[in-house]
Every structure is written in structure tokens, then in C-alpha cells.
């Protein structure tokens, strides 16, 4: 899969050995891998207390609960990140286009970004559970 890209190198980089030891199995192929969790299997999809939703690998706070809604897709979803906290780039696999969704600070895949969101963005942040920790208030 490719990997995302940026003007200059994610301020945490780590060899693939040591992102393997850091991470579950599960966490690796979705943040490394660009690999997607089957959809309903994540418990924060359902999970809605004040909070933070930070990077599970390298613990950035990456959305608000205020900001979180629940899509009917089976995945968290969000209507805005915290500012600064994600970058995007083209996704061109399985045959279509879309924005995938990687942390600024890491470059973990964290999922993609649609334009069927609610107000007041009308986007809708798609992101794999296994890419995010959530830090109660």
C-alpha cells in the first residue's frame, strides 16, 4: 500500500520492528498498512463521553468528542478534526478516488474524509477505531 506523503518528514518516525512491537496487530495493519477495520467492530463507534480521540500511535489528539456523530456507517465518524492534527492525500485504490485521513504528527492511517456530513461542514471523517485511543475528560 502506499504510504502517505508530506512536504517534510512526520516529526515521529520508527522503524517497522519498532511500530510492530509499539502496536497490536490490528492497530499495525490499519496505521501502517492502510488497512481498514470491518465495519461495527470498534466499541468507539458507540462511544460518546466527553473526551478526546487521540492517535493510537503516537498519542496526538486528533478530535473532539464534540464534534463526533454518529453516521450509521459502522465507524467513528466525525464532522471536523482538531486543527493542525490531520493531513490528507488522493487515495486511488480499489478502483476509486477518495481523501484518506493520516495523522499530521505520525502518518498513521486513520481513514478517509466524504462531503455527506452533517452542518456545519457537511464532512464526514471516517476513521478506523483501531487508529484512535479516546481520553476522557
Not at 64 to 75: A, E, L, V
Not at 121 to 136: E, I, Q, S
Request: charge should be neutral; glycine fraction near 10%.
Amino acid at each position: 500500500m502506499a504510504k502517505a506523503k508530506a512536504d517534510k518528514p512526520f516529526e515521529i518516525t520508527r522503524s517497522d520492528a519498532d511500530w510492530r512491537a509499539a502496536l497490536t496487530p490490528e492497530q499495525y495493519r490499519v496505521l501502517r498498512e492502510h488497512g481498514t477495520e470491518r465495519a461495527g467492530t470498534s466499541p468507539l463507534d458507540k462511544e460518546y463521553a466527553k473526551g478526546a480521540f487521540h492517535c493510537a500511535g503516537c498519542n496526538l489528539p486528533l478530535f473532539s468528542s464534540d464534534t463526533k456523530f454518529d453516521s450509521h456507517t459502522g465507524w467513528p465518524s466525525f464532522w471536523t478534526p482538531l486543527d493542525g492534527a490531520v493531513g490528507t492525500t488522493t487515495d486511488r485504490g480499489f478502483f476509486m478516488v477518495r481523501t484518506e485521513v493520516h495523522c499530521h504528527r505520525c502518518g498513521g492511517h486513520l481513514g478517509h474524509v466524504f462531503d455527506d456530513g452533517p452542518r456545519p461542514t457537511g464532512l464526514r471523517y471516517c476513521m478506523n477505531g483501531a487508529a484512535l485511543d479516546f481520553v476522557r475528560e
